[in-house]
Nanobody
């Protein structure tokens, strides 16, 4: 059973930084991708970034390109999202997603004050 647990959310001022983590377990495929999505109040969940676990290749939404960096750790299956130059419009619940497993974490709240 796949389990994804996010951490690292919080309250930050505009222009600040946060680093989100997603600890994964139960992933048994040899090749898979993981991604970050976010959902702001009253809006649909939207794609933020994706990483191919074996190749390390990444894809970003235009809205975060140049500010956010997705990365992976190997000691444990952990995915990160380094968020810099945060804006109030980045405020949302951020979710970790194991793409091929269609599994989701519980989400972590990020709030950016102006």
């Amino acid at each position: 059973q796949v389990q994804l647990v996010e951490s690292g959310g919080g309250l930050v001022q505009a222009g600040g930084s946060l680093r989100l983590s997603c600890a994964a377990s139960g992933l048994t495929f040899s090749r898979y991708s993981m991604a970050w999505f976010r959902q702001a109040p009253g809006k649909e969940r939207e794609f933020v970034a994706r990483i191919n676990w074996s190749s390390g290749s990444t894809v970003y939404a235009d809205s975060v390109k140049g500010r956010f960096t997705i990365s992976r750790g190997y000691a444990k299956i952990t995915m990160y999202l380094q968020m810099n130059s945060l804006k109030p419009e980045d405020t949302a619940v951020y979710y970790c997603h194991a793409v091929e497993y269609d599994a989701w974490g519980q989400g972590t709240q990020v709030t950016v004050s102006s």
